[in-house]
């Protein structure tokens, strides 16, 4: 693995604060990321999943419409049980409350705002780590495609 395949990696921003996607949007693109996407509607995240396939999911909690336990809920309803994409929350929710919620319905980090950006860049990229070893792993564990056999064509 290097840092090019990291680089590769698709990664989705959902916070309601335009300020804080431009912050991440711009620390990733600076390092390299070629695949980025967000959104500040959080209403909109399944579909961006649906359409974007993003290896990583960096969420807010703390929006209208639609907060981040929900979008959460909704991730855990549609992820199958062997695919894994991982959730960074990055809230201002300090609260030990609020850390435990997340985790709980499948959050895999948290982080609280104001954030450092090289504490956040670091675990971003663990968590694209794991993601592409799990690909990996799952593309040498996965049964072969069965093999077509060729049959002669009837005279029917």
């Known amino acids: 693995m290097n840092i090019s395949d990291l ?4 990664l989705l921003i959902v916070d309601d604060k335009i300020e804080n996607v431009n912050i991440l949007e711009d620390m990733l693109t600076g390092e390299g990321f ?5 959104t500040t509607d959080p209403r ?15 969420l807010d909690l703390m929006m209208p419409d639609l ?16 695919e894994f994409r991982p959730v960074m929350v990055i809230s201002a929710d300090v609260t030990q409350e609020a850390r435990r919620r997340a985790l709980s319905l499948g959050a895999k980090d948290f ?17 694209l780590e794991t993601s592409l070893l799990y ?7 996965s049964p072969e495609p069965p093999l077509q056999r060729w049959h002669p064509k009837s005279d029917d």
């Open 111 to 127: 982080l609280t705002k104001p954030f450092d950006l090289i504490e956040t860049m670091l675990r971003i990229c663990n968590l």
């Open 34 to 38: 070629r695949n980025v996407v967000s």
């Open 7 to 10: 680089h590769a990696m698709r």
């Open 135 to 141: 690909k990996r792993l799952q593309a040498l564990t």
């Open 44 to 58: 909109r995240t399944l579909d961006l999943v649906s359409a974007f396939d993003p290896d990583l999911v960096l």
């Open 67 to 82: 907060d981040g336990y929900a979008v959460l809920e909704q991730l855990a309803r549609r992820t199958p049980p062997n």
